[in-house]
């Protein structure tokens, strides 16, 4: 039997994930304290148990994603000091990427290995936390502003939930979609959790649509598009109704209402909202410092116009850390990936889709804290995964 101090360490560690994933979408106060007591409960914990041949086990453990993580440190670092960094944000964010990502994934997977909280506990907080921003967006197109922060928003404007844009508004409920389809039961559509999960499923889908994140949108069609050729030879009945019904759905949406068309319309178009100007801008800045790059948030100073973000993953490492932290990022992808295709991994292959394609549009992959946080969740989910729960 657990004992009452035991107890009181697993309730306070669940109460602060689960603070942490709710606030996730909100990057609100709360994110940034549950983040900070997440990592000091390990520290804490650690050395008040002396637990360090644990601490060290699990770091040999994951020695491959750790060591990958550090060689991209020493890159930032090395980057930032050639370019002399002093006086910007860019030792700030770099300190920020080694407790809001890497401590903080340390904390999931040294209290998951201790029996704190299990994998689907930690879904079950995700559903909620998205459930509530889903919610949040109805709210918002009914209304006109969202419950929480009163964000303004419409059907015509974009919803923005509680979030603080459409893009990353839409970038999570990409990732509701994702979740909610993954979780219908294809071979019993009408039980009482199926019709659970497929009414969030839709309205997912709908403040998706209304967020008009077109970067979501793609991601998303990529990642479905990839699991129907994936499963093509399993799909029975049921399933393909179901992806009929939804296509059919989504097809009858864009064909009726004009916002939408038109946002479509600009997406067929080549409307990149200056994205190829943005990117044709960084690439000449990579020509000019190729193997280092210019430092962490250095495009704040030498970026486009009035733009602050390159809006392209693969560009945005080459122009922060160059060829270096190109080469280190692609093994970093090479190390997750052969972890996934080790536990035959589908579900976290699609995630790594869409998130992927997303941020060759969107998401900042060096300064977007709400980023790491997604990243952090992935990964914990792809290395906690043993070949048995195939």
């Not at 360090?52 to 020695?63: D, E, G, S, V």
């Not at 459930?131 to 009163?150: E, T």
């Not at 067929?268 to 994205?275: A, D, L, P, W």
């Not at 801008?281 to 495009?299: R, S």
Request: proline share 1%; charged share 15%.
């Amino acid at each position: 039997m657990l004992s009452y101090k035991y107890i009181n360490q697993y309730s306070i560690y669940n109460f602060l994930l689960f603070i942490w994933v709710v606030s996730v979408p909100f990057k609100n106060a709360f994110y940034q304290i549950s983040t900070a007591l997440l990592v000091l409960f390990l520290i804490v914990y650690v050395v008040l148990k002396k637990d360090y041949i644990h601490l060290k086990q699990l770091l040999f453990k994951y020695k491959s994603l750790f060591f990958i993580l550090f060689l991209l440190l020493c890159s930032m670092t090395i980057s930032n000091l050639v370019n002399d960094m002093i006086g910007t944000k860019a030792w700030i964010i770099e300190l920020s990427f080694i407790y809001k990502f890497v401590l903080l994934l340390l904390s999931f997977l040294f209290f998951y290995s201790k029996d704190f909280f299990s994998r689907k506990t930690l879904l079950f907080f995700i559903i909620i936390s998205l459930s509530i921003q889903v919610f949040d967006g109805i709210y918002q197109s009914i209304y006109g502003y969202d419950f929480f922060k009163h964000n303004i928003g419409d059907l015509q404007k974009g919803l923005t939930g509680a979030t603080y844009g459409r893009t990353v508004y839409g970038f999570f409920m990409g990732l509701s979609t994702i979740i909610f389809y993954l979780s219908i039961d294809k071979n019993y559509l009408l039980n009482k959790k199926n019709i659970f999960f497929i009414f969030m499923l839709l309205i997912s889908i709908f403040c998706l649509l209304f967020s008009y994140s077109r970067g979501a949108w793609v991601s998303l069609f990529i990642v479905l598009a990839s699991a129907f050729l994936i499963n093509i030879k399993s799909l029975n009945k049921n399933q393909f109704i179901l992806i009929f019904l939804l296509v059919l759905i989504v097809f009858i949406v864009f064909l009726n209402i004009d916002s939408l068309a038109n946002r479509f319309n600009l997406l067929i178009n080549n409307n990149s909202s200056y994205r190829y100007d943005i990117w044709l801008h960084t690439i000449n800045l990579i020509e000019e410092k190729p193997f280092l790059g210019w430092g962490i948030d250095a495009f704040r100073t030498y970026g486009y116009r009035s733009f602050t973000s390159v809006h392209n993953s693969l560009l945005e490492i080459l122009f922060t850390m160059g060829l270096v932290g190109f080469i280190l990022w692609g093994i970093f992808h090479i190390i997750i990936l052969k972890r996934i295709y080790y536990n035959y991994d589908l579900m976290s292959f699609y995630f790594l889709i869409f998130i992927f394609i997303n941020t060759l549009f969107d998401r900042s992959v060096t300064t977007g804290k709400v980023f790491w946080s997604i990243f952090v969740l992935l990964l914990f989910f792809i290395f906690t995964k043993e070949k048995k729960e195939l």
